[in-house]
Nanobody, 124 residues
Framework: QVLLGESGGGLAQAGGSLRLSCAPS????????MAWFRQAPGKEREFVAA????????DYADSVKGRFTISKDNAKITVYLQMNNLKPGDTAVYYC?????????????????WGQGTQVTVSS
């Protein structure tokens, strides 16, 4: 069992920044993957970014490349999503997720554990 504690959402203006944090508790494995997904009202949940447990491999959705950065603090066992140059289209509930194994980082089905979600609202 893995529990994911998220924090850091809130309100930002377009062009601003926010940082989300996710601290997993429970047993993690060397092939664990940590990811962020988001879901806007009336839309399906979509992949944002992911990082391997080693921190060596990352992947991003095209819509956030160059603006968002996913990172992992091994000492604190926390995953961060630094979001810069925010746009109103980034408004959504952001979910932290944890999964294992090989395959595409963006495949929602590989993630077994989900956080409760944190709201990010970007005003124009």
């Amino acid at each position: 069992q893995v529990l994911l504690g998220e924090s850091g959402g809130g309100l930002a203006q377009a062009g601003g920044s926010l940082r989300l944090s996710c601290a997993p508790s429970g047993i993690m494995f060397s092939d664990s993957i940590m990811a962020w997904f988001r879901q806007a009202p009336g839309k399906e949940r979509e992949f944002v970014a992911a990082i391997s447990w080693s921190g060596l491999n990352t992947d991003y959705a095209d819509s956030v490349k160059g603006r968002f950065t996913i990172s992992k603090d091994n000492a604190k066992i926390t995953v961060y999503l630094q979001m810069n140059n925010l746009k109103p289209g980034d408004t959504a509930v952001y979910y932290c997720a944890a999964g294992r194994g090989r395959g595409s980082y963006s495949y929602v089905g590989r993630y077994n554990y989900w956080g409760q979600g944190t709201q990010v609202t970007v005003s124009s």
